[in-house]
C-alpha cells in the first residue's frame, strides 16, 4: 500500500516535471504564444483562424494583417511540406484536422484529397470565384481555384546561338541525338514539376505510349536531378548557378527572372509545347473549430489585392481575370496555350503506379 | 526518479508518435495485420535499398573512424597554432543543412565542375564521400575529448619499456580509447544509416536508403504499410548496430585513469597523423570554399551584396522575414532545445554509467542505454509525422500545439539527447569507482559523490555536449520542416526557400545564409571549447 503511494508520488513528481519542461519550453526564449483568444470584433467572424499551407505560400508584407483588421480574425499558418506530403498529412490527420483551411492542393493530389473526405464544400461568392469555376476538379465545391502556373522546359538561348543549333521545341524533340546529354529534369517521385512533367508525357504519348518516351529521352543522356534548385541551378546552364545543360525543367514563369541586370530580354526562354498545367487550390477544412473563419480565408485568397500579389510572391498566374500582370510577365512569361491535361481521375487511380514505373525505367 | 524524466520526455515526444505511426500501417481493421511484412519484404527492391544502407552505412563509418583517429591525435594531442580554429572548423560540416551541402558537392563534382573529371556526380562514391565529411567531426571530437584527458603515463611507462610508439599506441592507448572509438562509431553508424537529404540530392536516383523509401512512401505514397514495415526493419538494423557497439564497448569497459586537467600536450604532431589530418582538412575545405565562392559571386564579378541582402526578404520578398531575423529564431530555438537535450540527457547518461551489481540490473541498463540511441536511428519524417497525429492536444492542452511552434525545441532535443549521452557518458563510466567509495567512506552522501566526484568530472564533457546540441539544433531540418510556424522559419529553413526560388539573386543568397550558418557554427563549437575550462594555447 505504502509501496504504491510512493510509485504514485513519483509518478505525479514525474508528471510536474515533465510538465514544468514543457511549460519552460513554451515560455522561453522561442516566446511561443498560442494563439488562443477570441478577438472576434463585432459582428464580424472573430476568434482565430488556422491556415494549413504548403511550404511556398507567401503572401506581401500588411495583406495578411489587413485580413486580420477587416475580420478581427487573427490568422496562425501551419506550413507542414510541400504538394503531397501536405495532402498525406491531411488525410492522416483527419480526426484531429491539423487547422481551418488549406491551400496549396494541387490538380496532381485534388481527388485523392477529396476522395478521403478531408474538406467540407463550399462555394465562395466574390467575383473571382467566377474565374476559379472552370478550374473546379468536381461539382462538389471543395475546392475553389486559387492560382495556376505551367511546368515547362526552358532552354537556355545564348547556349543555342553561340553553337549555331536550333533550339527543340517539342517533347520529340528532346529525344533527337543533336540534343544528346543537354536536358535535366526532377524527380518525378519526390518534387513537385518532376510529377507534373511525367504526367506532361502522359498526356502526350498515351497511357502505353510515355514508358517508351522515357526510354529514348534516358538513352539520349537525360540527367535527372533531385529537385527544382539542383536541376536549375547546378545543371542548368541558364539558371545563374554556371550548370552545362542548356535545356531544364522549370515554370513558364522562370524566364523574366533571368533578365540581365540592365534590362531587355530574358537569357532563357520556356517551351510552351513541352507544359503541364498545375492548378493550386483552396478549401475549408472537414472538422473546421471555425469554419466561418476559413470560408473567409478563401474569399480573402481570391480578393483582388492577393490575386494580384500571387505572381510576385510565389511565381504563380492568378485565376482572377480582374488584376493585371507585372509587365515583364505579360512581356516575357505567357502561359501556354495547350498545355498537355491528363484527367484528374485518371492520375488518383495510376500516380503511384506511374510513379513506380518511371523510377524503374529511369533507374534502369 | 532520475529515470523517469528522460523517459517521460522520450516516451510522449518520440516513442507515442512512431508508435501510433507506424501502429496505423500495421493494423488493419482493428486487429494487427503482419502480412504487410511478407509482401514488403517480397519486393527486390527493398532488399536492395537495405543493401544499399548497409554498405553506405558501414564504408561511411569505417573511413570516419580511419581518419578521425589520426585526426584527433593531431587536434587534441599536440600544439601548434592555430589548432582551436582548427577544431572548431572540423565541426562545422557537421551542422551544416544537407540542401546547402547538397550544392555545394554537386557544384564541385558535376561534369564542368573542378572535380568533374572525376565523374562522381550521382554515384556512391559521392554519397560515402559525403557522408564522411558530415561525420569526421564526431570521431574527432568524441575521441579527442576522452584522449586529451586520459594519463599519458601508462602510455610513458610501455615507450620507456622499448616499446616503439606504434606499438605502445596499439597495445595502450588504442584500448583506452576504445569506449570512445564505439560511441563515436555507433553514432556515426546510425547518422550514415539514416542519412537523407544527402542521399536524395547526390545520389540521385539510383540509389536510395531505407530512410529516403520512408520518406516517399509516408509523403508521396501514403503507403504507411509498407513505411512501418521499414521503419520496423530500420529498427532492427539499428538496434544490431547498437548491440554489436554495445557488447564491443563492455568487452573493453575499464575505469581509466583520466587527470583532471588536459594533458599539456606533448608539442608537436607525429608525422603520419599530421599528413593524414592536413589531407582530409583540404578534402574538407573544397566544399566549404566552394560554398564561400558562391556567396561572393555576384551578376558582374565579386562582392558582397549576397550578405548585405541578407538584411532583407529577397528578390520580390522571397522569405516572410530578413535572414537576420530567421538567424534569431534559430538562436532561441536552439536555446531552448539545448537546455531540454542538456537535462534529459545528462539524467539518462547518469543513469546509465551506473554499475549494478545484479546482472539483472547490469542487464536492465544496458537496454536502457540502446533505448535512448533510439531517436538517432527512427527517421526524421516517421518522428515529424507521428508528431503531427499525437501532439494536437495532448493530455486534453487546450491550445493546438501544432501550430504554436513550442514543438521544434522539444524535436531537435529529441534528435540531439542521444549526442549528449555519447558526448558524457564515455567520461561518466571512465570515472574510477575507487574515488567515488573514497568519499562514500570518508562519509559522503549519494548526493555530495556526485556533485563532487561525477560532477566535477563530466563537467567539462558537458561543455562539448552544449556545443553538439546547439549546433544538431541549429542545422537541424527533417522534423523542423513539419512543426516550424511559417511566421517564424529557422535559418536552415529559410536557406531551403531560398535556393527553391528563382532568380540568381536568391541563389547567391541563400549560399551566403549557408556562410552565416557555417561561421555560427564554428563560434558555437569554439566557445563550447572554452567552456571546458583552460586548455593551452587556445585560440
Known amino acids: 500500500m505504502a509501496r504504491t503511494r510512493a510509485a504514485r508520488r513519483t509518478i505525479r513528481h514525474t508528471a510536474a516535471l515533465g510538465v514544468a519542461a514543457l511549460a519552460l519550453t513554451a515560455c522561453s526564449a522561442t516566446g511561443g504564444s498560442p494563439s488562443g483568444g477570441s478577438a472576434g470584433g463585432d459582428g464580424t467572424a472573430g476568434g482565430s483562424v488556422t491556415l494549413v499551407t504548403h511550404d511556398s505560400f507567401h503572401v506581401s508584407d500588411g495583406l495578411l494583417e489587413q485580413f486580420e483588421a477587416d475580420t478581427g480574425l487573427t490568422v496562425t499558418q501551419v506550413a507542414p511540406g510541400d504538394g503531397g506530403a501536405l495532402v498525406n498529412q491531411l488525410i492522416l490527420t483527419k480526426d484531429a484536422p491539423l487547422g481551418d483551411v488549406v491551400y496549396g492542393i494541387d490538380n496532381t493530389f485534388a481527388s485523392r484529397a477529396i476522395d478521403e473526405g478531408v474538406l467540407e464544400p463550399y462555394t465562395s461568392q466574390v467575383p473571382a470565384a467566377a474565374d476559379a469555376e472552370p478550374y473546379a476538379p468536381d461539382d462538389s465545391g471543395s475546392l475553389t481555384a486559387v492560382d495556376l502556373g505551367d511546368v515547362c522546359l526552358n532552354v537556355d538561348h545564348a547556349w543555342f546561338a553561340d553553337r549555331d543549333v536550333p533550339e527543340p521545341a517539342t517533347l520529340a524533340d528532346l529525344t533527337d541525338p543533336a540534343y544528346r546529354d543537354l536536358t535535366v529534369v526532377t524527380n518525378a517521385a519526390t518534387s513537385s514539376p518532376g510529377l507534373a512533367f511525367l504526367l506532361a508525357t502522359v498526356g502526350a504519348f498515351g497511357e502505353d505510349g510515355w514508358q517508351q518516351y522515357w526510354r529514348d529521352l534516358t538513352a539520349n543522356g537525360l540527367k535527372v536531378a533531385e529537385g527544382w534548385s539542383d536541376a536549375y541551378y547546378t545543371d542548368f546552364s541558364g539558371g545563374g548557378g554556371g550548370g552545362s545543360r542548356p535545356i531544364a525543367l522549370s515554370y513558364a514563369s522562370s524566364p523574366p527572372e533571368t533578365i540581365p541586370e540592365g534590362g531587355g530580354e530574358p537569357t532563357t526562354g520556356a517551351l510552351l509545347g513541352t507544359c503541364f498545367r498545375q492548378v493550386e487550390y483552396a478549401g475549408v477544412l472537414a472538422g473546421a473549430q471555425n469554419p466561418e473563419g476559413a470560408r473567409r480565408l478563401v474569399d480573402w485568397l481570391l480578393s483582388d489585392a492577393v490575386q494580384a500579389d500571387i505572381p510576385g510572391s510565389m511565381y504563380m498566374y492568378p485565376v482572377s481575370s480582374a488584376v493585371d500582370l507585372p509587365e515583364d510577365w505579360a512581356q516575357w512569361a505567357p502561359l501556354a496555350d495547350e498545355p498537355y491535361t491528363v484527367p484528374l481521375d485518371e492520375i488518383a487511380a495510376n500516380r503511384e503506379t506511374w510513379v513506380r514505373e518511371w523510377t524503374d525505367l529511369v533507374t534502369g | ?539
Open chain 2, 1 to 539: 526518479m532520475a529515470a523517469a524524466v528522460p523517459l517521460l520526455f522520450l516516451g510522449v515526444f518520440f516513442a507515442w508518435p512512431v508508435l501510433t505511426l507506424v501502429g496505423r500501417g500495421l493494423v488493419a481493421d482493428g486487429s494487427l495485420d503482419l502480412s504487410g511484412f511478407a509482401e514488403v519484404l517480397g519486393r527486390p527492391r527493398t532488399w536492395r535499398i537495405v543493401g544499399l544502407t548497409l554498405a553506405q552505412a558501414t564504408l561511411g563509418t569505417v573511413i570516419s573512424v580511419l581518419l578521425g583517429v589520426p585526426g584527433a591525435a593531431v587536434l587534441y594531442r599536440s600544439r601548434f597554432p592555430g589548432r582551436g580554429v582548427l577544431r572548431a572548423l572540423v565541426t562545422v560540416p557537421f551542422v551544416l543543412p544537407t540542401v546547402v551541402v547538397g550544392v555545394a558537392f554537386r557544384a564541385l563534382l558535376r561534369d564542368n565542375g573542378p572535380l568533374g573529371f572525376l565523374h562522381l556526380d550521382g554515384t556512391f562514391a559521392a554519397i560515402v564521400a559525403a557522408l564522411v565529411f558530415f561525420n569526421y567531426a564526431v570521431v574527432v571530437r568524441t575521441v579527442g575529448g576522452l584522449w586529451e584527458r586520459l594519463d599519458p603515463r601508462p602510455e610513458q611507462a610501455a615507450r620507456s619499456l622499448g616499446a616503439s610508439p606504434a606499438r605502445a599506441f596499439l597495445t595502450v592507448t588504442l584500448p583506452a580509447l576504445t569506449p570512445a572509438l564505439t560511441s563515436a562509431a555507433s553514432l556515426v553508424f546510425l547518422f550514415c544509416a539514416t542519412a537523407f537529404g544527402t542521399v536524395l540530392v547526390l545520389g540521385g536516383m539510383r540509389f536510395g536508403t531505407v530512410e529516403t523509401e520512408i520518406w516517399i512512401q509516408t509523403t508521396q505514397f501514403l503507403d504507411l504499410r509498407a513505411a512501418s514495415v521499414l521503419s520496423v526493419v530500420q529498427v532492427v538494423v539499428v538496434v544490431a548496430a547498437l548491440a554489436v557497439a554495445g557488447r564491443a564497448r563492455a568487452r573493453r569497459e575499464r575505469a581509466l585513469s583520466l587527470v583532471d586537467t588536459p594533458v599539456r600536450a606533448v608539442g608537436r604532431p607525429h608525422p603520419l597523423p599530421a599528413v593524414v589530418t592536413a589531407v582530409v582538412l583540404v578534402l574538407l575545405a573544397l566544399p566549404l570554399a566552394a560554398l564561400v565562392l558562391g556567396s561572393l559571386r555576384t551578376g558582374d564579378g565579386w562582392g558582397l551584396d549576397h550578405y548585405r541582402a541578407l538584411g532583407t526578404t529577397g528578390g520580390r520578398n522571397a522569405l516572410t522575414v530578413t535572414v537576420w531575423e530567421a538567424l534569431g529564431n534559430s538562436l532561441r530555438v536552439a536555446v531552448d532545445a539545448t537546455v531540454l537535450a542538456l537535462v534529459v540527457g545528462c539524467l539518462v547518461a547518469l543513469l546509465v554509467s551506473r554499475r549494478p551489481r545484479r546482472p539483472a540490473a547490469r542487464r536492465a541498463v544496458g537496454v536502457l542505454d540502446g533505448v535512448f540511441m533510439l531517436p538517432l536511428g527512427v527517421s526524421a519524417v516517421t518522428v515529424g509525422f507521428g508528431a503531427l497525429l499525437t501532439l494536437g492536444h495532448p493530455f486534453g492542452i487546450a491550445t493546438d500545439l501544432r501550430a504554436t511552434g513550442v514543438l521544434v525545441p522539444v524535436a531537435q532535443a529529441v534528435v540531439a539527447v542521444p549526442l549528449v549521452v555519447r558526448t558524457v557518458l564515455p567520461v561518466l563510466r571512465a570515472v574510477d569507482p575507487r574515488l567515488q567509495e573514497a568519499a562514500r567512506t570518508l562519509g559522503a552522501g549519494p548526493g555530495r559523490v556526485l556533485a563532487t566526484v561525477d560532477g566535477a568530472l563530466a563537467a567539462r564533457s558537458v561543455g562539448l555536449a552544449v556545443g553538439f546540441a546547439f549546433a544538431v539544433s541549429l542545422g537541424e531540418f527533417g522534423a523542423t520542416s513539419f512543426l516550424a510556424r511559417p511566421d517564424r522559419p529557422t535559418l536552415p529553413v529559410v536557406v531551403f526557400r531560398l535556393i527553391g526560388q528563382p532568380g540568381a539573386d536568391n541563389y547567391g543568397m541563400a549560399l551566403a545564409a549557408g556562410v552565416v550558418l557555417a561561421l555560427l557554427t564554428a563560434g558555437v563549437m569554439a566557445a563550447a571549447e572554452r567552456l571546458r575550462g583552460p586548455v593551452g594555447g587556445e585560440l
